[in-house]
Structures are given as structure tokens and as C-alpha cells.
């Protein structure tokens, strides 16, 4: 179903986006606008990054921590002026993309107002 499904981290725009994983780009181009890159990695994991301007094309193998694309534009639920949208799932289901990341300490959700 339509949704909001990932992290939006605050950033600037033209920053630098870096691949999460080592991993293939399944897709660099526009959906509904916006610039998005989506990789596959070898775990069956798909992260995807917006709104962005993509640096890789389609095919290519990308390492951990490669530029993959630079910030540009932004997305619909950001409260700041520029943020990247990251996303991950595997399959169909939709995970929580900090979960990918080294566990820092519980984590608090708390509402945009």
C-alpha cells in the first residue's frame, strides 16, 4: 500500500549519497519526479535512496560507502529544507533501515510537531 516506508535523514543538497552496502544497481532513474537509486545486494536486501541525481547506472556494482548519487530536490515528508529518503526491504516487506546499522542505544519515535 501507498505510504511512507524508510528514514528521512536531514542533509544539503549536492551532498554526497554513499552506498549503504556493497551491491548492483537494480535502478537509477525518475519515479514520479523525484531521482531515485535502488541497489540489491547480495542478502536479497534492496535499499533505495531519494530524491537524488544518480552517479551509477543500471548493471553497475557499487562497494560500501561508494558515491552513488548527490542529493537533489525533496521529498514530500521531510520537515527540513533537504533530507534523504532511505529505504530497505526484502521482497516485499518493507524493514526499518536503521536497523542495517550498528545499534547505537533504544530508539524513540517521536511526532513532527
Given at each position: 500500500a501507498p505510504g511512507h516506508?524508510?528514514?528521512?535523514?536531514?542533509?544539503?543538497?549536492?551532498?554526497r549519497v554513499r552506498a549503504a552496502a556493497a551491491g548492483v544497481v537494480a535502478f537509477a532513474?525518475?519515479?514520479?519526479?523525484?531521482?531515485?537509486?535502488?541497489?540489491m545486494h547480495s542478502d536479497g536486501l534492496r535499499t533505495e535512496y531519494e530524491p537524488v541525481i544518480a552517479v551509477v547506472r543500471v548493471g553497475q556494482s557499487v562497494r560500501a560507502g561508494d558515491v552513488i548519487a548527490v542529493v537533489s530536490g525533496k521529498h514530500d515528508s521531510c520537515?527540513?529544507?533537504?533530507?534523504?529518503?532511505?529505504?530497505?526491504r526484502r521482497g516485499s516487506t518493507y524493514i526499518d533501515p536503521l536497523t542495517l546499522l550498528v545499534p547505537l542505544a533504544e530508539v524513540h519515535l517521536v511526532p513532527l510537531t
Open positions: 516506508r524508510g528514514v528521512d535523514l536531514s542533509t544539503v543538497a549536492d551532498e532513474g525518475s519515479v514520479a519526479g523525484r531521482g531515485v537509486v535502488v541497489l520537515a527540513q529544507d533537504r533530507c534523504l529518503h532511505w529505504g530497505a
